[in-house]
């Protein structure tokens, strides 16, 4: 940019923050209780959970990630949002209304309230420990944005802005994110609509050689990938720490059913926009041309003004609107799950502590986004999901063998951890390459299997 359009950048990204500072402070005198701040009092309608929905699921890696995946390997990088559009509707078909009336505050409290204390706990540190990395991610994915917008890596605005994000979640919590998450998602898709308009109808190129390489399977992408990240990545979805959270919000059973459903046809057309903007960059900038930028910044670089702001700020949407809502979810979990206190001074200064430490492992890392959310996602799947779902499903109907029911959780989570951290030491001791790379499905596999022999029979 430049120095004119950089003030000018500039300008409107501090009343963009101020807004959001706004909307918490206001909301700050509604703040009565823990529900308010944790969970926006449990009042929210079907549009409103629909949208922050929608608007915490497309983050970084449902942006930037997806289109660097789609110039890699083609169109079968829709899947990774195919397959969260079907966890959301899998959840509303299955079990969105159950979860609600069981009238929990977050995912682990859940836990607690079918198993019992010993799973909430350890459900509790396997979402705080992951999601301080997934936290960072975003903001690594953040800091790229800054650098690309301003021309120059600005550790100054990076550190400001991740400041406001964590002031306006400290101040309003959960009601001051759901309301931002509407802003930022109507952004989002007034960007990503322009840029893929301007593309293919201004722009043109060579549409041919996309229109005959739609393809749902190629060499770069298996049977084995689609099967992988139908549970994996799905799985999140359908049972995440995040997309729960905005169960716990809806007014009522009902609207958390529409409202998962209606948010799962929204991801789908969203992923039929984003992957055509990665199609056309694949099929119309060599790799030389587009050097060491990703796929959706250097279309963003390329296109006029008068889309490229949009797509900035649709882009900075959709970080923060992820950002914020992994931050208070998780530090709600700490202070309820954890500490097992109900303190609104707590969460915020849980917020804090997290919102820091993410910045600081954002500031020292890489901007990988989608092999940071992959690593979280693949610990966090295999050891709850199964598991958690068998327990859901049970509620009131059949009892669990509670002893059991926990070495599920921890067996698979086992795995997932060997599987994401450990692979050069089971490469060491001869483990099957074929074992390594598949371990996170084992893991489910086995979290699966003992889960389900965790249940007692009426017989007993």
């Known amino acids: 940019m430049s120095a004119s359009a950089n003030i000018i950048f500039l300008i409107a990204l501090g009343i963009y923050l101020i807004v959001f500072v706004g909307i918490s402070i206001y909301d700050m005198k509604k703040v009565k209780t823990f529900t308010d701040y944790a969970v926006a009092g449990k009042k929210q309608n079907s549009f409103a959970v629909t949208m922050t929905l929608l608007a915490t699921v497309i983050g970084a890696s449902l942006t930037i990630g997806i289109t660097d995946t789609v110039y890699t390997i083609g169109f079968p990088g829709i899947w990774w949002i195919v397959f969260g559009a079907v966890g959301l509707m899998l959840q509303s078909l299955l079990i969105s209304e159950k979860v609600r009336n069981i009238g929990a505050d977050t995912l682990p409290d859940m836990a607690g309230k079918i198993v019992g204390p010993v799973a909430e706990i350890i459900i509790s540190l396997i979402i705080v420990i992951s999601w301080v990395g997934v936290i960072a991610g975003q903001l690594v994915a953040m800091n790229s944005l800054i650098t690309f917008a301003t021309g120059k890596s600005d550790k100054v605005i990076f550190i400001i802005i991740a400041a406001i994000v964590i002031m306006y979640t400290i101040f309003g919590g959960q009601l001051s994110v759901v309301k931002t998450d509407k802003i930022q998602f109507f952004i989002i898709i007034i960007g990503v609509i322009l840029c893929c308009g301007y593309l293919y109808l201004i722009k043109g190129g060579d549409t041919e050689s996309i229109k005959s390489n739609i393809e749902l399977l190629n060499d770069n992408y298996k049977p084995i990938n689609l099967f992988t990240q139908l549970f994996v990545i799905g799985g999140v979805y359908f049972l995440g720490p995040d997309i729960i959270s905005r169960n716990f919000i809806s007014k009522d059973s009902k609207t958390a059913k529409k409202s998962a459903l209606f948010a799962g046809f929204g991801l789908i057309a969203f992923a039929l926009i984003i992957t055509f903007i990665g199609m056309w960059v694949k099929f119309n900038i060599s790799s030389k041309e587009l050097g060491e930028s990703g796929a959706l910044m250097y279309v963003v670089a390329h296109v006029p003004k008068i889309i490229s702001i949009p797509m900035i700020f649709g882009l900075l949407s959709a970080i923060l609107s992820s950002t914020d809502t992994c931050i208070i979810n998780a530090s709600s979990i700490f202070v309820k799950d954890i500490l097992k206190k109900d303190s609104i001074k707590l969460i915020r200064l849980t917020v804090a502590v997290i919102g820091v430490l993410a910045a600081m492992l954002a500031l020292l890392g890489r901007g990988d986004i989608m092999a940071l959310l992959t690593g979280a996602y693949s610990v966090y799947t ?3 999901i199964f598991p958690l779902l068998i327990a ?4 009131k109907k059949y009892d669990l063998r509670k002893k059991v029911w926990i070495t599920a959780v921890i067996l698979g989570g086992v795995c ?20 390594i790379s598949n371990l996170s499905l084992i893991g489910m596999a086995i979290s699966l299997l003992i889960s389900l022999l965790s249940v007692k029979t009426k017989e007993g």
């Open 382 to 384: 295999p050891g709850v």
């Open 392 to 395: 859901i499903l049970c509620y």
């Open 416 to 435: 997932g951890i060997l599987s994401t951290y450990f692979g050069t030491v089971l490469e060491r001791i001869n483990v099957p390459a074929a074992v």
